[in-house]
């Protein structure tokens, strides 16, 4: 009887992108454990260790009420400046997981390449605890935020829970930006370098502490348009609609949770695939 030898897998192979997701949820515990002290590492050897999780986005709040509100005064265009604070802390406080989700997965790979080639896992379990561990930041971060709504009147009520749709999505999104941005970096180290400006620029282009109806008023169709569907600026105006009113998400378009679960698909899709194509060869160089 003829004996059939097993197909042997190259090392370095990847599997196909099924198989490559049933190993991702097998090691979700070492994606959580990692996500954790990413959190922790950086703020251990700091006087106010745990509260900078607190502070940045505070503070990312802070500069842009004085940049937006102050010297440019947009907060005169809302009906009172407790309104204004709470549009400005929600954008910051949202913007800060995605722009940190893009800056962590440009650096995730390179920053860790002893990792992986001495532990065999996922590579991608590393841009999913970028974004893990930004969603529990923006969790601590959200806690304070409705602590001062309530300090401003604003009351709890069932809209409220529109927040949590919005934030799935936007991590969806992010998800899939960080694995983009991981897949990009790894195979040149100037992403890494030239992410900041674009971080940079995106938090100028999408709105955190202004409102879109001055800006737009004179403006291109085009650039409206871009403008519009910016997905980190639908990702805010949702839950700045869903926490304080309408009136807080002016200049979002009717179909902005078309666009929500859109970006969230795309970005995921592409992200995903991407990352996966270069799976077998992050540990090389």
């Known amino acids: 009887m003829r004996m059939v030898q097993p197909a042997l897998a190259r090392a370095g192979s990847r599997p196909g992108p099924a198989v490559y997701a049933g190993r991702l949820w097998r090691a979700r515990h070492f994606t959580a454990a990692f996500a954790g002290a990413r959190l922790a590492v950086p703020v251990a050897p700091t006087t106010l260790g745990g509260a900078w999780l607190l502070l940045t986005p505070l503070l990312n709040a802070v500069i842009a009420y004085l940049l937006y509100g102050v010297l440019l005064g947009e907060a005169n265009g809302f009906a009172d400046r407790a309104t204004y604070v709470a549009f400005d802390v929600i954008g910051a406080f949202v913007f800060t997981f995605t722009q ?3 800056l962590g997965g440009t650096r995730c790979v390179r920053a860790n390449l002893d990792l992986v080639r001495e532990i065999r896992f996922p590579t991608a379990c590393l841009p999913l605890a970028v974004v893990l561990a930004a969603g529990r930041q ?3 971060a959200l806690g ?5 709504l309530v300090a401003f009147g604003h009351r709890p009520d069932a809209g409220w829970l529109w927040a949590l749709p919005a934030l799935v999505l936007q991590a969806v999104f992010n998800a899939g930006l960080a694995l983009g941005a991981a897949r990009i970096s790894a195979r040149t180290g100037e992403a890494a370098l030239f992410a900041p400006f674009v971080a940079r620029a995106w938090t100028y282009a999408s709105g955190v502490g202004y409102t879109f109806t001055r800006l737009a008023a004179g403006a291109p169709r085009l650039l409206r348009t871009a403008i519009e569907v910016d997905p980190p600026a639908v990702y805010m105006n949702l839950v700045r609609g869903a926490l304080i009113g ?3 998400s002016r200049g979002l378009p009717g179909h902005a949770w078309a666009l929500a679960l859109g970006w969230a698909l795309i970005a995921a899709a592409a992200g995903y695939l991407g990352f996966w194509q270069g799976e077998g060869t992050y540990g090389q160089g």
């Open 100 to 102: 940190a989700s893009l």
């Open 138 to 140: 923006l969790l601590l």
């Open 144 to 148: 304070v935020g409705v602590l001062l």
């Open 246 to 248: 309408r009136a807080a």
